[in-house]
């Protein structure tokens, strides 16, 4: 089977099990891509109700979550976060050592976890908060002792703090003669019109998590841009029009 085909049929697993037992289900983490195959795949199961989250704000990895009918979505389980699948680490450093994103999840993986049961990390200066799958949060707390050569402490909490992460962007002015997708693609991550087409056609490019393939499709303000490996745009403010008629707009990039 395909890596696509494994993760439909956990997909349906997931789904089937929602119905069998009436609760909550949920995937482990998804990436981007994976996140927009889901979304295409049921796009047209309205009998499906699920939503992804990640427990940090605007979260890249997110787990797929499927609820009953009596479950009102991610609210449901922000409400109940005893049945929420996912929990944070509160990882505290000592004050000495210096620790990227990498190492805390390189650490983290050499405890022999995979990949899919860590979401998104959040640095501070202090340390970071993971967020992971509820299943394997006690074994982390209890087998990581240090990362790098630093100690380390860990608290399992139900909060995901997003402290710090304003910080993590920039803004610039852009301009378009219209709000193709191929033309904003190509000024807000810099490159040539053609390659951000390429790009597109190739299905490189996720537009609000779903992945486009026609470079004329109109990108609306507020949407969320995403090349794996270029980082992300959030097509931010409309800035108006220049006397030559071309479109201002400004972007905030990851």
């Known amino acids: 089977m395909t890596d696509n085909e494994l993760l439909l049929a ?3 697993d997931c789904i089937s099990s929602c119905e069998d037992s009436y609760l909550v289900t949920s995937t482990n983490f998804l990436d981007i891509y994976q996140q927009s195959t889901v979304i295409e795949y049921l796009r047209r199961r309205s ?3 699920f939503d992804f989250y990640g427990g ?4 890249e990895r997110k787990v797929a979550v499927f609820f009953p009918d009596y479950a009102e979505g991610i609210d449901y389980i922000k409400e109940n976060p005893d049945l929420s699948p996912i ?3 509160d990882i505290k450093k000592d004050s000495f050592s210096t620790l990227s994103h990498r190492d805390y999840l390189g650490a983290v993986m050499g405890l022999g976890i995979k990949r899919e049961a860590v979401g998104d990390i959040i640095v501070t200066d202090k340390g ?11 074994y982390i707390k209890e087998n990581l002792t240090s990362v790098g050569r630093g100690s380390v402490s860990i608290e399992i909490t139900d909060t995901f703090e997003n402290s710090g992460t304003e910080a993590l962007f920039e803004e610039k002015r852009c301009y378009v003669s219209s709000m193709r997708l191929d033309a904003v693609v190509s000024v807000a991550f810099s490159l040539s019109r053609s390659t951000a087409a390429d790009k597109i056609k190739r299905g490189e490019v996720l ?13 609306p303000f507020g949407a969320k841009l995403v090349i794996h490996g270029s980082g992300k745009v959030i097509v931010d403010e409309d800035a108006g029009l220049t006397k030559k008629g071309r479109q201002a707009f400004i972007i905030r990039k990851y």
């Open 10 to 12: 956990r997909i349906e």
């Open 207 to 219: 537009m609000n998590g779903v992945v486009m393939s026609k470079p004329d499709v109109k990108v």
């Open 47 to 49: 009998d499906v109700r």
């Open 128 to 138: 970071c908060s993971m967020a992971v799958i509820r299943s394997v949060a006690g």
């Open 87 to 89: 929990v944070a680490l």
């Open 56 to 59: 940090f704000d605007d979260s």
